[in-house]
Each structure stands twice: as C-alpha cells, then as structure tokens.
C-alpha cells in the first residue's frame, strides 16, 4: 500500500508565497519521478512540474521562473516553492509519483489534492 500526503496548500494574495509538501510512504522500492498537477474549476487537470530522482525537472511555461520542484529523495517527499502567485494559478494541486514496490511492478499514484486560492 502507498500513499501520497500533501500539506501547504491555502489562501494567498496575488503576489505572495506558498510552499507545497507531499510525502510518500508504504512499499516503495523506488521512486523514479516525482511532481505536480495542477486542476482549476472547469478546467482539464494540467502538468505543473516534475523532477526526477537524478534531479532533472521541467516546468509548465505558466510556471517557469515563479515555481520550483525539489526533492528529498531519503524521505521520499517532493516540494513546491511557489513565488509571485498569481489569481490564474487557483486551482487544486496534486501530488504525483512513479513508483515501483519491487523491480518488476510500478505504477503512478496520487495525492489527495490541495487548494490553493490566490485572491485578494
């Protein structure tokens, strides 16, 4: 059993900060990338950022130069440091995972999701 864990999510106004945490815990062999998603009322949920375990990351343009992706590979938990928020990026955020539970099977989990409202 695995399981994604988030936390850091809230109401921020149009400027400020936000810091993401989601951590992964039960049979975990490996975890090859890590991420965020992103889906906002009425709209198709959206890749935000992803980082694997060797560090290598990559942005959604909306993003590139506000958010940062890191990692703690010991604790297998994944970051989100979210500067200069803006109202367009409201939305729930998921926590992403590519995992494998032995060297033979892996497959993709989820996070729960946590809002995050920027809004004066």
């Known amino acids: 059993q695995v399981q994604l864990v988030e936390s850091g999510g809230g109401l921020v106004q149009p400027g400020g900060s936000l810091r993401l945490s989601c951590a992964a815990s039960g049979s975990i062999f490996s975890i090859n990338v890590m991420g965020w998603y992103r889906q906002a009322p009425g709209k198709e949920r959206e890749l935000v950022t992803t980082?694997?375990?060797?560090?290598?990351?990559i942005y959604a343009h909306s993003v590139k130069g506000r958010f940062t992706v890191s990692r703690d590979n010991a604790k297998n938990t994944v970051f989100l440091q979210m500067n200069s928020l803006k109202p367009e990026d409201t939305a729930v955020y998921y926590c992403y995972a590519a995992i494998r539970i032995n060297p033979y099977i892996g497959n993709d989990y989820w996070g729960q999701g946590t809002q995050v409202t920027v809004s004066s």
């Open positions: 980082i694997t375990s060797g560090g290598s990351t």
